[in-house]
């Protein structure tokens, strides 16, 4: 059964809580990708090519925002991807179905994009590199 997408939350943890980022237009939530490791060997099976599973790497988020420059969430993950050798910070998705679904994964925030065009309102486009497993709940 399809789920609608209106009304997914995406929160950081400060404190030892989740704070929720407002004005959220838009979420991509993180894609992953595994490895091949090739196994084939001189004695394979009638000269076909075997692989096993290598590393998984968690990929990437983004969210977009109806920018407040002011606005405390936004301020976070602004200065988030302005600091150097920064430790991940948790994040977690909240799906709008019934049962409240969620991913939990720890991210750096990589990118933080503006955009202000002239007749519509301004925008930021913000980028989350995932660092290590995502829990799904």
Do not use: C, W
């Amino acid at each position: 059964m399809a789920t609608q997408g209106f009304g997914i939350q995406l929160a950081y943890e400060s404190s030892g809580s989740y704070v929720t980022v407002g004005e959220i237009t838009d979420v991509t939530p993180p894609s992953f990708s595994k490895d091949t490791i090739e196994t084939t060997h001189h004695a394979s099976a009638s000269g076909i090519r075997t692989f096993v599973g290598g590393l998984v790497d968690t990929g990437e988020a983004s969210l977009e925002v109806n920018y407040g420059v002011a606005d405390t969430e936004h301020v976070f993950l602004r200065d988030a991807a302005l600091n150097a050798n920064d430790d991940p910070t948790n994040f977690k998705i909240t799906y709008s179905d019934s049962a409240s679904t969620t991913e939990t994964f720890a991210a750096i925030v990589t990118g933080f994009e503006v955009s202000s065009p002239m007749d519509d309102r301004i925008t930021a486009t913000i980028t989350l590199k995932v660092s290590g497993a995502i829990t799904y709940a």
